[in-house]
């Protein structure tokens, strides 16, 4: 009896210890998916070789599929955020990293002291401050930038929180620890054909001049460190250079496959260099595999190659969303480099999209007024308004060369100028013509021109016209008295005839051999350069500008400069009737022409106004 009862109970138990024992080998083989995701995703396991390998390979989970594996994920379990690179600014400390950050998140940079007594007192060691600001870079890597270290804090042990309603939460993982300075770094690359443009700080090349790019080698490799055995380096050597710029040939195995060369760091090695005060490279920096070194080492055995420290990675074209045009390019494009000029882009872009201009690149420079949300709004009313993340202060003649290269496939002329500056065609407006069209009209004139690739037009500059406010229609019906004589010029190019260089001192770009540029009369056409407006404007402008080789207003240097306010000195100290200067004459021909074409009928009002309200 009491065995029948034993069968009986074991037959009724038997189905339910079954399902528990499937249930807890369910549960142990979703954590094993896990963890084996994680481990994927991770770079502390990292699966690399030290030989060397001809042709470039990507593994069979690919960035692409990385990425989207954390997108749908793995990012919901709120990975740390993955600090690749530092660089420390004069006035920030700026973050790259390679996770994607939900910008509704919020973060506080987190700062350890320089000496740590023990591992227990690191958390007391610690101060922290909320991010200032948080931007998309590259399609792959996020920028946050940090206020600078407190006095005694490390730089290099910088880290993310992400705060939510009950406390701290760790957020970030550090990739590596080096601190760059800003003073001397490899911070852009870009594909072009069969070559690679680099763009770096601390080559001390003359400004505006060619230089010698047989002083320059890249070198190509996977991996964050310069100083390590990580992977393999591919060399290649320079074709042109100048200022901050660098173009080299392409790694075969890159130049074969550069769909799989997605993420590949690159730096310049100037190989002609010699510093005792820096750190030699490794041995695995001076691999070098192209042809011509070896050449070239035995006229440069007795100095030591330096590479310079890199966070520029090369992407494919189609890794920015950046695909070619189909058909016909734009006629006329426009790029410019701002900072901290959001209220200015409504007006620029209206006018100048009326006078033919099609698509827009806007080079931010580290903005942190909203001009985001005006792009957006630009973009959707149809201007076709791109913003790129140009964080690299200091820098503009780099950055028209970087958007000469980006526009190339899409514009048959690009014109370079400022969201102060204002095409106007006098002639027309005194003859009562329509205005419609009338710059892309002129630039489609040469198109075809087999001499001709720039276009130059001389600049009047005007004053603050007697106003103490900020103008209420825009600067175009605001602003009407100026100096008699015009300064400077810009210019309108046709990027696929430029110099390999990239040249340019912001005004006009070196042109290649057998092309020149054209003159147009002020008669014919004009930029109003609204230049000194009233002083509450003006200030903002004082603290900072972007040209490469041109001070600041602080700088006691070349205070009798075109680009300097004549009389201003180095302090943002408002000078006697600032509001009556640089008034020598009074034009009101472009207001005239804009009250004429753009004002509302009925109100008087200006497109650029109706945003606004």
Known sequence: ???????????????????????????????????FLLFLSSDRFPIRTASFHPVLSVPSLSILSKSSLEDSFLGKLRLPVKIEDRVLFPDHLMLLVSTKIDQADKFDCVYYKVLIDSEENKDKEMAHQPVLSIDEYDGFRWIVRCPLPPLNYSAASVELRRRDGIGYNWSSRIINQTVHSWDRLVYEAAFDGKTAVVFAKGLNLRPHRESDPTQFRCQFGFGNYWDKDEGFMLTTEAVAAAQEVVRCLLPRSIRHNPEKAH????????????DSAREPMSSSVRMQNSRGYEHRRNHRRHKEDVALPSVAKLYNSKSYQQKKRMGEKYELCACTMLWNQAPALREWIMYHAWLGVERWFIYDNNSDDGIQEIVEELDFQDYNVSRHTWPWIKTQEAGFSHCALRARDECKWVGFFDVDEFYYFPRHHRRGSLGQ??????????????????????????????????????????????????????????????????????????????YRYLNVPESSIIVNHYKYQVWETFRAKFFRRVATYVVDWQENQNQGSKDRAPGLGTEAIEPPNWRLQFCEVWDTGLRDFVLANFADPATGALPWEKALL
């Open 1 to 35: 009896m009491d065995s029948e009862q034993r069968r009986k109970r074991k037959r009724i138990y038997r189905p339910y210890s079954r399902a528990q024992f499937l249930s807890v080998r369910s549960l142990i083989l979703c954590l094993s998916f896990l963890v």
């Open 263 to 274: 993420g590949i760091r690159v730096t310049i090695v100037h190989a002609g260099e010699s």
């Open 437 to 514: 069209n009338l710059l892309r009209s002129l630039v489609a004139n040469y198109s075809s021109s087999k001499t001709i690739a720039e276009i130059r037009t001389a600049c009047h500059s005007f004053g603050p016209s007697g106003l103490s406010l900020p103008p209420a229609q825009g600067v175009t019906v605001g602003y009407t008295c100026r100096l008699q004589s015009p300064e400077r010029h810009k210019s309108i190019i046709r990027p696929d005839l430029l110099n390999d260089t990239l040249l340019n001192v912001v005004h006009h770009f070196q042109l290649r051999k057998g």
